[in-house]
């Protein structure tokens, strides 16, 4: 058996990710991960992938997306954050731009990347545009209805929740930081937790597009 399950035949890791804060804030748990032995992965292959959410959101160009439907790409990666998020959605947000350049053009062009926000309230289209221009200018921006988002999150795995107000008057929102991996179909198989290096993601990244995600291939009758 590849995979070495803990504890469970399914087991949830207990480690979890904080939300962005100034101050450290409630932790909130990454849903259905496994601990993985020799599969080759940096990542986190799901035993069971998750269905991505169908929820029609707003893209920065004013167009509606569902990632469910319109991440066509070979591979697209999806991470919820937030604009005035004070460090971690930048650093996670950085490392994913960073893995990119390590791609040669082809390999580039067959990943996508979305940057969902999680919080509508201050970031529409242009602030999610300027933000992610940043990283790259390819990189795309959803927004919309708060409960949408938050289905959109749960789906993956990824919760979402607002935080402690400021003396400022803003607040802060605590979510889930890994990176999902979404596929053409629909489903999302694989996560990467906060601190994956940009080296180890691009290694992930070139499987992928080479032989796909190696639990499923195997599933497939695919080649490794």
């Not at 993601?201 to 639990?215: C, F, T, Y």
């Amino acid at each position: 058996m590849r995979r070495t399950l803990v504890s469970a035949l399914v087991l949830t890791v207990a480690a979890t990710l904080s939300g962005c804060a100034e101050e450290p804030g409630p932790e909130l748990p990454v849903s259905n991960v496994v601990v993985e032995d020799d599969d080759g992965m940096h990542g986190v292959v799901l035993p069971d992938p998750y269905d991505v959410s169908a929820v029609s959101l707003t893209a920065t160009d004013g167009s509606t997306y569902s990632l469910a439907t319109d991440a066509r790409d070979p591979l697209t990666l999806v991470f919820f954050g937030y604009t005035r998020c004070p460090d971690i959605c930048q650093v996670v947000m950085a490392d994913i731009a960073s893995a990119l350049t390590r791609l040669d053009d082809d390999e580039r062009a067959q990943v996508g990347m979305q940057f969902v926000t999680t919080d509508p309230g201050r970031d529409d289209e242009a602030t999610l545009r300027s933000y992610l221009d940043r990283f790259d200018p390819a990189f795309g921006g959803l927004t919309g209805p708060l409960s949408r988002i938050v289905d959109a999150g749960l789906a993956v795995g990824v919760p979402i929740e607002k935080g402690r107000t400021l003396p400022s008057g803003g607040y802060e929102v605590d979510h889930g930081t890994q990176v999902v991996g979404v596929l053409p179909d629909g489903t999302a198989p694989i996560v990467w937790t906060q601190g994956t290096s940009p080296e180890l993601l691009a290694e992930d990244i070139r499987i992928i597009l080479d032989s796909g995600v190696p639990e499923l291939s195997e599933q497939q009758g695919v080649t490794q």
